[in-house]
């Protein structure tokens, strides 16, 4: 959800008012998400290096982040939204927290839409703890290195329960990937908008939807064995297409 800091500077506005402005996207796209058949999305709310914002900013938009969850928790639960974090939470102040924790409770039997929350996420963050609790659970012998897979790492990060991505979309016209599931982006298609996110519309999210419904994924195979039905078993089952 990038470009909120040049969305205000170009309206003349302080950076918090594009963070403020960004939320009526998070609003927007999450509706448009579940009614268009969506079953996971995933928004990078907060990354771990934001923490290193000016403090003002830092606390803004945590304020910002926790009341606009809490104030969207009744038409996430009427919309059947399930709301889930992912992200070093133990950083966050236990105020924020246990608000955060009451709108997940509420939300938890919401079997629609899964609107997953990253928030003092970065990949590396949750790639070495994976890499911790592996060599933990190795050390004592609860696992074999031998038998250690690209499925035992998969288990241990942050999003273990869902799938991976099939389409990153990264707002404000930057060709970067900013430490965001950078393992489960292994074979998702990129989309990179020139709109700064609170100027991103549910039109646009729709057309990104089309182009990315039109594009031949092959996952490392060759357009003949994409096209044969016995390889489409073997493609990687964590990616689901929309259908
Ligand atoms: C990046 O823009 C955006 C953020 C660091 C914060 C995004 C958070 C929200 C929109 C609030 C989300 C709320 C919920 C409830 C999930 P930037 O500040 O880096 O913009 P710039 O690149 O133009 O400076």
Known sequence: MDGNGRWAKSHGMERSAGHLEGVNTVHTITQAAGELGVKYLTLYAFSTENWNRPQAEVDSLLN????????????????????LIIGDVDRMPAEARARLDR???????G???RLIVAFSYSSRWEITRACAKIAEEAAKGELDPATIT???V???????PYPDPDLLIRTGGDFRVSNFLLWQIAYSEIFVSPTFWPDFTREEFEAIIDNFRGRERRFGLTSEQI???LWKDLINPQCERVP
């Open 111 to 113: 079997t629609g839409l």
């Open 150 to 152: 690209d499925e035992t």
């Open 154 to 160: 998969r288990e241990h990060l942050a999003t273990a």
């Open 64 to 83: 910002l982040i926790t009341y606009a969850l809490e104030k969207e928790t009744p038409g996430l639960i009427e919309n059947n939204v399930k709301l």
């Open 103 to 109: 709108s997940m409770e509420a939300t938890a039997n």
């Open 227 to 229: 096209n044969h039905t």
